[in-house]
């Protein structure tokens, strides 16, 4: 830190109790008094170097007594004073960045000009000031202390000189300036000192990491931090970094961000009044003025912190606008969001489920409205089964946030105050087309199904709706089959396009097969125009694979199509409604999907509603026989 000497005389002041006495020999002459604290001193050191002292005690009572001037109000109070005091009497003392600005002030307070003898207090503590504003240690030493005396540190610019150096030096290239700076990543090296005007500076080395700066900016009172942050946002620094202290300074201020789970909110909630300093209006305050502060640059700040924001604003019940701010940003990049941490509690004053569906709502309409601001209904498409089964190609925002949807929703189905409006109101927002397989959310109503089991027939089948009988994996298709909180329709409906894959799948089994016999017979021919003679060609043993396995899967199909028979003859004998199903089959009614929005047929060939028909009771009636 940088140092600079002044004076030459040794110490003559003596404290006594809350008194300062000089030791010069000399009878002391005034006393000046600055709240509990006194200094006897004499009046020709003190009126030579400031104007304030000379006219007060010129405009004191001339008697043969001790003149008795009052300073209250002088920057720095007694601490100050007696700086000043020693500076007057050409006593040793030192200036460095943690007296400067407020000797700075009281120097200015008491008038002490040029005026009054060359080389004194405000122009010395004015060309300190603009040296140490060259390094960054020194720099933040300054800003602190400037808190002692704002009103008249901001009155002299002080305030702004010093953020203005920060900033300059924050938004510097780190791999060429040469200035010393400290944080937690900076490494010292030998001691070594650096001259100027008798000014001693401790040299530390240059670090190259872009944020090493975030420590020292981080123990700022939030006011300078702010004006910080405005600068080097002026100064077009990027979101990034400006980001990355934000989280640093929230997490370092606010002590209910720490590390915490769901149910940790409501025991801070319930005993809040326990906690020490900050209080919660300070930290209501803090987080709203950081939330207004955060770039809206989209994936810059984690999801992750943004999640902890909201779960404390809730908690210290700060305003409607910082917490929609933060479900704004959450929404727009919820595709990077984990299901542990969006499962807010709900801490509002009426509460009816154990987390804030709500919450979860809004921020799900807004990564709709962000990604996808027109969705076009008609768009909607079956994905044939080799596409789910077996791919390797990543998710993409919208099937990552239906997979989140999904799983969220099983986590809330077994809370028994979830009603039936708001859980499809949830799982309605993510078009069909998005679920690769809608096992997830066939789980969730499985599980929301068993929870609620007073629901009626029509509501049964109303949350059925949400799902596509069509996109079920085979194992949550045989699930389906035997769970009898399903309804009827539903089970049927299942079986039914489960009989068509399995019809699909054995047909095309067959094309291959076809197709390999084809292209066997041909290198026969081939063979046979090369010799000249008739030659049987062998085959490859790749080929003989492929038929074995082409047989086994044949074998198993023809298994799983014998269970399904088992599973619709079961159904029968119980729910003694299967005369009823064969004849709206025979009457040529269609069999709807579980997904009301998908009406194409499995393949892509066009089939007539006629002949749809007429296939879809050969089938049942396969299945029967």
């Keep these: 830190m940088a140092c600079l000497k002044l004076g030459s005389k040794s110490e003559v002041f003596l404290l006594d109790g809350q008194t300062w006495l000089c030791s010069t020999g000399l009878a002391c002459d005034v006393i000046v008094e600055i709240g509990d604290t006194s200094f006897h001193l004499h009046k020709f050191p003190l009126i030579a170097r400031n104007g304030v002292l000379e006219g007060l005690i010129k405009e004191s009572p001339s008697h043969d007594e001790k003149s008795v001037l009052q300073l209250d109000n002088l920057p720095g109070g007694a601490k100050a004073f007696l700086l000043v005091t020693k500076f007057c009497y050409d006593v040793k003392m030192e200036l460095t960045a943690s007296n400067a600005v407020v000797l700075r002030c009281a120097a200015e307070y008491l008038h002490m000009t040029e005026d009054y003898g060359e080389g004194n207090l405000i122009i010395q503590t004015e060309n300190f000031l603009n040296y140490i504003f060259g390094y960054w240690t020194d720099s933040i030493v300054a800003l602190k202390t400037c808190e002692e005396v704002l009103p008249h540190a901001e009155e002299l610019h002080i305030v702004s000189r010093c953020i203005h150096s920060l900033v300059l030096k924050a938004c510097a290239d780190s791999s060429v300036f040469n200035f010393p700076i400290s944080g937690q990543n900076a490494v010292h090296s030998p001691k070594g000192t650096e001259l100027w005007n008798g000014i001693t500076i401790t040299s530390k080395a240059v670090i190259v990491d872009e944020d090493w700066w975030l420590e020292d900016v981080a123990s700022l009172s939030f006011p300078l931090y702010k004006r910080f942050i405005q600068g080097v946002t002026a100064k077009h620094m990027k979101p990034e970094r400006i980001a990355g202290s934000l989280v640093y300074f929230a997490n370092k201020n606010l002590p209910l961000l720490g590390n915490q789970s769901s149910f940790q909110i409501r025991n801070y909630v319930a005993c809040r009044s326990s906690l020490p300093a900050p209080s919660e209006e300070e930290q209501r305050n803090l987080l709203e003025e950081i939330v207004e502060l955060l770039p809206n640059k989209k994936g810059i700040i984690p999801t992750k912190f943004l999640l902890r924001l909201l779960r404390t604003s809730m908690a210290l019940h700060t305003s409607s606008s910082c917490c929609a701010n933060l479900e704004k940003r959450i929404g727009a990049q919820l595709d990077d969001v984990a299901l542990e941490d969006i499962l807010i509690p709900n801490t509002g004053d009426k509460v009816e489920t154990l987390y804030d569906l709500d919450c979860f709502q809004r921020m799900l309409d807004h990564f709709m409205t962000v990604e996808h601001d027109v969705i076009d209904s008609t768009s909607n498409y079956i994905i044939e089964e080799r596409q789910l089964i077996g791919g390797s190609q990543p998710l993409n925002p919208l099937a990552k946030v239906a997979n989140l949807v999904d799983n969220y929703l099983a986590e809330v189905a077994p809370d028994a105050n979830v009603k039936l409006s708001k859980f499809q109101s949830l799982a309605a927002v993510i078009p069909d087309y998005a679920r690769p397989l809608d096992d997830g959310i066939y789980r969730s109503i499985d599980i929301y199904l068993k929870t609620h089991p007073w629901l009626t027939d029509s509501e049964r089948e109303q949350i059925c709706q949400l799902m596509n009988c069509q996109k079920l994996s085979l194992e949550a298709s045989s699930h389906a089959a035997q769970n009898e909180r399903l309804p009827l329709r539903v089970i049927v409906q299942v079986l039914f396009f489960e009989q068509i894959k399995l019809r699909t799948s054995v047909a095309g089994w067959f094309l291959a097969s076809e197709n390999l016999e084809n292209s ?106």
């Design 520 to 625: 066997q017979n041909l290198s026969g021919n081939l063979a046979l125009a090369r010799n000249g003679a008739i030659t049987i060609a062998n085959t490859p043993h790749d080929h003989i694979i492929v038929i074995d396995c082409m047989k086994k899967r044949i074998s198993d199909l023809e298994k799983e199509c014998s269970s399904l028979k088992q599973e619709i003859e079961k159904m029968v004998k119980t729910k003694r409604s299967w005369n009823l199903i064969l004849k709206k089959f025979g009457s040529g009614l269609v069999l709807k999907s579980c997904n009301p929005k998908v009406s194409k047929p499995c393949n892509n060939s066009k089939v007539s509603p006629a002949s749809t028909n007429q296939i879809m009771g050969e089938k049942v009636l396969t299945l029967m026989n």
